[in-house]
T-cell receptor
């Protein structure tokens, strides 16, 4: 069974730029959630994708957007980067099937630094 | 929305002693409560979880208790070992596979 993977591992951008982060879900999983973890804090929910559609969103502005592809991998896009966007971005995958609920498994994260 | 508070923020224990971390939540609709362990530079890993129809769950040296009336749940680690040193996060959600609301974390240090 293949675990959740993310790329890149580290990224440095300047304020105002745009960034795309990628996540490959665990084999057999159809749901991907994205979280932002600032230094010294718990992860904060950004949004979730289920079967290629957004399925819930946290308190993040529209410049945070995402996609999910037919193979259930996902992208997180952030436009007009701000200094406060510097954080570890985690994706988590799970399998959802009707009433079936399974645990979320996290990827290793992408550490983004905005200068 | 859900608000999860976690205490203490840091915890230092002697090897072999017990460690207890407590969390409170605000949303009565929450019924799934996982605990994650995050070692430095690594991904959060699920160590134990509990659903609201159960008051206590144990897995070897780790146990979680839930008081749904008071809206609080706790992680208990017995016979702590140096490899238990990490940051521990509690979380709450309506479903296993939906948005998790995390606490701010507890840094546990086990002294040899």
């Amino acid at each position: 069974e293949t675990g959740v993977t993310q790329s890149p591992t580290h990224l440095i951008k300047t304020r105002g730029q745009q960034v795309t982060l990628r996540c490959s879900s665990q084999s057999g999983h159809n749901t991907v959630s994205w979280y932002q973890q600032a230094l010294g804090q718990g992860p904060q929910f950004i949004f979730q994708y289920y079967r290629e559609e957004e399925n819930g969103r946290g308190n993040f502005p529209p410049r945070f957007s995402g996609l999910q592809f037919p193979n259930y991998s996902s992208e997180l896009n952030v436009n007009a980067l701000e200094l406060d966007d510097s954080a570890l971005y985690l994706c988590a995958s799970s399998h959802s099937w009707g009433r079936s609920q399974e645990t979320q498994y996290f990827g290793p994260g992408t550490r983004l630094l905005v200068l | 929305g859900e608000n999860v508070e976690q205490h203490p923020s840091t915890l230092s224990v002697q090897e072999g002693d017990s460690a207890v971390i407590k969390c409170t939540y605000s949303d009565s609709a929450s019924n799934y409560f996982p605990w994650y362990k995050q070692e430095l530079g690594k991904r959060p890993q699920l160590i134990i979880d509990i659903r609201s129809n159960v008051g206590e769950k144990k897995d070897q040296r780790i146990a979680v208790t839930l008081n749904k009336t008071a809206k609080h749940f706790s992680l208990h680690i017995t016979e702590t070992q140096p490899e238990d040193s990490a940051v521990y996060f509690c979380a709450a959600s309506e479903r296993n596979d939906y948005k998790l609301s995390f606490g701010a974390g507890t840094t546990v240090t086990v002294r040899a």
